[in-house]
């Protein structure tokens, strides 16, 4: 897992020709490199199918105004100036976001599931890349 000492492994998200056939194994105090693209290409792919149950409507509205709250960082929004800019009650929009958040959670938790074995290696990877993503924002 991601919390843990330098023994902790886990499973790489690209094989030898950059797809997700032919995993390998890397570990935590290994390539730097090879680490921040499993980062980065689990939060893509949790970002393009929650993107996804978006597509289409008011729905893709909702996800364009409400996207920058899953990524952070600096010059967000307040939620206020979101709920006027989608033209619905500040209540509403907290409720969007909530659910929002929710499902890319879980589809985070399914991608980082995807690459570990068990319940307490999907929690510490969890754990670790919301290290990760804070630290970046």
């Not at 032919?22 to 893509?44: C, I, Q």
Request: glycine share 12%; with cysteine.
């Amino acid at each position: 897992g991601g919390a843990g000492g330098g023994d902790a492994m886990r499973r790489d998200s690209r094989g030898e020709n950059g797809t997700d056939e032919g995993r390998g194994w890397a570990t935590r105090d290994g390539e730097h490199a090879v680490e921040g693209e499993w980062d980065e290409a689990l939060v893509e792919r949790a970002m393009t199918a929650v993107t996804s149950e978006y597509a289409g409507g008011q729905r893709a509205r909702v996800f364009a105004e409400l996207r920058p709250f899953l990524s952070g960082g600096v010059g967000l929004p307040t939620h206020e100036e979101a709920a006027v800019r989608l033209r619905v009650p500040l209540e509403t929009l907290r409720s969007h976001l909530f659910r929002l958040r929710a499902s890319y959670r879980a589809l985070l938790r399914a991608e980082v599931a995807r690459t570990v074995s068990t319940d307490e290696e999907v929690e510490s990877e969890l754990r670790y890349l919301c290290r990760i993503l804070i630290a970046s924002a």
